[in-house]
């Protein structure tokens, strides 16, 4: 297990470059930031005490160096799309079962709102790493093991990876689809991750609800693991399992079905009290998942087949069709495939004894998950999942004074 150390050692410091002056510019803040590959997300990564602990000035601070709200975020570092407007905040931990502290942090596109609700399992693979780029762990030699609080949903998730000559490895043989070639492995295992928002596996206590969608009953199943989701089948709301980001984007009924099985969902967590209000004032949690049983489709040139995966899912991020799939969402869909009667559950083809493998946009995606029936429910004993991870820049990202203060009082 690594241990805890000061920040008197980092490999790079981003604060010691020759523009750390410029911190005092009267126009522009400066601040120490790494910008790393997660997964198949991107985003910066600060040290918390790089940031205001004002919650207000914090996210004014997101949401200006990212360039939001603009759908382009031309004039900050977002990528224009909801899977490279994320942000990390790493900090050491006091806890005894943990050894680093992330909060995960999505920056709005269009609006001036950053949400903390849920966690991002692809910007967590980079956590353990940029803690020793940043000096918060004492690396060793080897397999290094990162237990990482999750501020967002109040677990330890631990994460695996192999580090030589002080350094976290970036080649390797692991690959993900929607991330070109290969790179070394971080296994991240969530655990025990049941009820991070709601402290149940199962929120409503069935593993299956009827929700009325456009007038029509439709079955549905909420399941809070890593993230809550709620699952819909595509047959019970005339949608496409194997449909592509941008045509799922334009199946407007679709799109519409869905945010409405998300807002019910929404309500039963108690996040909103109208279903209706769940697109404004919980934009990224609970998430929604449309699933399918196995088909042939296009993952781009790469053709999927049936016979290699268990289930089609299409997940949606803050409103628009995630262009692969989430790993809360990898991770809560195959928890979801292990509980007898959920929508996951009887998409499936047949029973798998073992690894999960889901079809998304961009491929395929296989997770280790073991759930056993216990008094009173479900627990879930194992969800494991491999990612990979790069570090892409480090430096100081520049956000203006003036713009700060603007959204300060414009905050959503």
């Excluded at 519409?256 to 969902?265: F, S």
Aim: glycine residues 10%; contains cysteine; hydrophobic residues 40%.
């Amino acid at each position: 297990m690594a241990t805890h150390t000061s920040r008197s050692t980092p490999i790079l410091d981003a604060s010691s470059c020759p523009l750390s002056d410029l911190r005092e510019d009267p126009e522009q803040l400066a601040i120490p930031c790494f910008y790393m590959r997660g997964g198949s997300s991107k985003g910066a990564f600060f040290l918390a005490t790089d940031l205001p602990a004002d919650i207000v000035e914090r996210d004014a601070i997101l949401l200006s160096a990212y360039g939001s709200p603009d759908a382009r975020q031309i004039d900050g570092i977002g990528g224009a799309d909801p899977l490279t407007s994320k942000a990390a905040i790493i900090s050491p931990s006091a806890r005894d079962d943990a050894d680093i502290e992330y909060t995960f942090c999505q920056v709005d596109l269009t609006r001036a709102k950053v949400s903390t609700g849920g966690n991002c399992g692809n910007m967590l693979a980079a956590v353990g790493p940029y803690a020793i780029w940043r000096g918060l762990i004492r690396p060793s030699e080897g397999i290094n093991r990162v237990r990482i609080y999750t501020t967002n949903t109040g677990q330890v998730i631990e994460s695996s990876f192999l580090v030589k000559n002080g350094v976290p490895c970036v080649e390797g043989g692991t690959s993900i689809p929607g991330v070109p070639g290969t790179g070394a492995t971080i296994a991240i295992d969530f655990g025990d991750c049941a009820g991070s928002v709601s402290g149940k596996l199962l929120p409503t206590g069935n593993v299956v609800e009827i929700v009325e969608v456009d007038g029509r009953p439709t079955p549905v199943s909420l399941v809070d693991a890593a993230t809550p989701f709620v699952y819909v089948a595509a047959a019970d709301i005339e949608g496409d399992a194997t449909a592509t980001p941008d045509a799922l984007q334009n199946d407007h009924r679709t799109m519409n079905r869905l945010e409405q099985v998300r807002g019910w969902a929404a309500k039963v967590l108690g996040l909103v009290g109208d279903p209706s209000q769940a697109r404004q004032v919980t934009p990224n949690v609970p998430r929604v998942i449309m699933v399918g049983s196995p088909q042939d489709y296009m993952a781009g040139s790469v053709k999927v087949n049936a016979t290699d995966i268990n289930l089609c899912v299409r997940q949606l991020a803050m409103q628009k069709p995630h262009k692969a799939l989430a790993v809360t969402g990898a991770v809560c869909t195959a928890i979801a495939c292990r509980i007898p009667g959920t929508i996951a559950n009887i998409n499936m083809a047949g029973a798998v004894d073992g690894e999960i493998k889901l079809g998304h946009p961009s491929g395929a995606l296989s997770v280790d998950s073991e759930v056993e029936e216990e008094a009173g429910g479900y627990r879930v004993r194992k969800a494991a999942i491999n990612r990979t991870a790069r570090l892409l820049m480090a430096g100081q990202v520049f956000v203006p004074r003036l713009k700060i203060q603007e959204l300060r009082e414009n905050m959503e």
